[in-house]
């Protein structure tokens, strides 16, 4: 069974520009979780989707955006990048939003703006 | 809110020590409770979990107890390895999954 698959894995922007980041989430998995992992900051929980529909939305500004197809795939996009927007920004699937339901990550995509 | 605290690093062992990372948590209701781990340049993996009180989740040497009198979930291991070097997170999840900050762990032959 596959894993979870994000794309791509490294990019450099510079400021000012956008980017958006593809996840594919493990079939059957409807949930698509995003987060961003800084040194600094840690592991810091973006947004959750499930049926197409955004269920949870952490502390971002409003540059920050998501969606969900209909095969369950999921694409970020952050506009006007920042400097501060460097990280490693990871996607998780499961199989339904919140309860005992364990997370499956990606292996992130690194982002560093210049 | 929703939150996790856990003991940071850097946490430097001898292999065979015995390992304890410290995580207590903030939550209403009765979340679940998970230790991932990520290995240099991984995603995170999941290690164990519990999902009510008095659990005890244990996985590859390593346990941890649900423990709401103190709300607390700390992880240990008898014995570790070189290859448990990596980073420890705590995490609970009412609805989204929220993670502590991460504790490094460099175990030394």
């Known amino acids: 069974k596959a894993g979870v698959t994000q794309t791509p894995r490294y990019l ?3 400021r000012g520009q956008q980017v958006t980041l593809s996840c594919s989430p493990i079939s059957g998995h409807r949930s698509v979780s995003w987060y ?3 040194p600094g900051q840690g592991l810091q929980f973006l947004f959750e989707y499930f049926s197409e529909t955004q269920r949870n939305k952490g502390n971002f500004p409003g540059r920050f955006s998501g969606r969900q197809f209909s095969n369950s795939r999921s694409e970020m996009n952050v506009s ?3 400097l501060g927007d460097s990280a490693l920004y990871l996607c998780a699937s499961s199989l339904a939003v919140g309860g005992a339901g364990e997370l ?3 292996e992130g995509s690194r982002l560093t703006v210049l | 809110g929703n939150s996790v605290t856990q003991m940071e690093g850097p946490v ?3 292999e065979e020590a015995f390992l304890t990372i410290n995580c207590t948590y903030t939550a209403t209701g009765y979340p679940s409770l998970f230790w991932y ?3 240099p340049g991984e995603g995170l993996q999941l290690l164990l979990k519990a999902t009510k009180a008095d659990d005890k989740g244990s996985n590859k040497g390593f346990e941890a107890t649900y ?3 103190t709300t607390s979930f700390h992880l240990e291991k008898g014995s570790v390895q070189v290859s448990d070097s990596a980073v420890y997170f705590c995490a609970l999840r ?3 999954m929220r993670f502590g900050a991460g504790t490094r762990l460099t175990v030394k032959p």
């Open chain 1, 104 to 106: 499956f990550f990606g």
């Open chain 2, 67 to 69: 423990r709401k009198e």
């Open chain 1, 36 to 38: 961003q992992q800084t």
């Open chain 2, 37 to 39: 781990v990520q290995y």
């Open chain 2, 94 to 96: 009412p609805d989204d």
């Open chain 1, 12 to 14: 450099i922007k510079t």
């Open chain 2, 12 to 14: 430097t062992l001898s």
């Open chain 1, 80 to 82: 006007t990048l920042e």
